[in-house]
Structure formats: structure tokens, C-alpha cells
Nanobody, 116 residues
Framework: QVQLVESGGGLVQPGGSLILSCAAS????????MGWYRQAPGKARELVAT???????VYADSVKGRFTISRDNVKNTVSLRSNNLRPEDTAVYYC??????????WGKGTLVTVSS
């Protein structure tokens, strides 16, 4: 069974920074894309950023220039550094992994609240 465990969420003031981390473990095939999605109250889940096994990153337009995604292919971890956070970044952030067998896994989510 594959598990994705997120950490690093919390309350941060506007303009602040946060680092989210996710570790994948269990009986899994080699990860392909790893990334982060988020879901704000009353809204659909949306892509934040993903990074391929080769290191190619894709970002949502709303976070470009403020968020940076990185991964460790040995440890099967993915991190999201979020700078200059805005109230509209408030959401539950979910770790996502797609393996080379095209299976998709999700973490349980971690809440990020941006508020003064």
C-alpha cells in the first residue's frame, strides 16, 4: 500500500513563507510526476505545481514566481516552497504522485491559512 504523508501546513501572515513536504512510501512502482494540488472552500481542486522524474516543473499561473517545487528521487519526496503568500492561497494542499504504471495517489492534505 502506497502512502503520501504531507507536513508543513499552518497559519502564516500575508507576505510570509511556508515549506510543504511530502514523503511517499510503501510498495510502489517508480514515481513519475510528483506535485501539489489545492482546494479552497467552495472551490474545485486545482493544480499548484508538479515536477517530473526528470525535473521538469509546471506551475499554475497564480503561483508562478512565488512558489518553487523540488523533489528527491532517491528519497521519493517532493517539497513546495511558497513565498509572498496571499489570502487567496488559503486552501488544503494535497500531495499527488503518478507512477510509471499510470496509477495516481493522493495524500490526506494539509491546511494552509494565510491571514493576518
Amino acid at each position: 500500500q502506497v502512502q503520501l504523508v504531507e507536513s508543513g501546513g499552518g497559519l502564516v501572515q500575508p507576505g510570509g513563507s511556508l515549506i510543504l513536504s511530502c514523503a511517499a512510501s510503501g510498495n510502489m512502482y517508480r514515481p513519475n510526476d510528483m506535485g501539489w494540488y489545492r482546494q479552497a472552500p467552495g472551490k474545485a481542486r486545482e493544480l499548484v505545481a508538479t515536477v517530473s522524474s526528470g525535473g521538469v516543473a509546471v506551475y499554475a499561473d497564480s503561483v508562478k514566481g512565488r512558489f518553487t517545487i523540488s523533489r528527491d528521487n532517491v528519497k521519493n519526496t517532493v517539497s513546495l516552497r511558497s513565498n509572498n503568500l496571499r489570502p487567496e492561497d488559503t486552501a488544503v494542499y494535497y500531495c499527488n504522485m503518478k507512477d510509471f504504471m499510470r496509477r495516481t495517489y493522493w495524500g490526506k492534505g494539509t491546511l494552509v491559512t494565510v491571514s493576518s
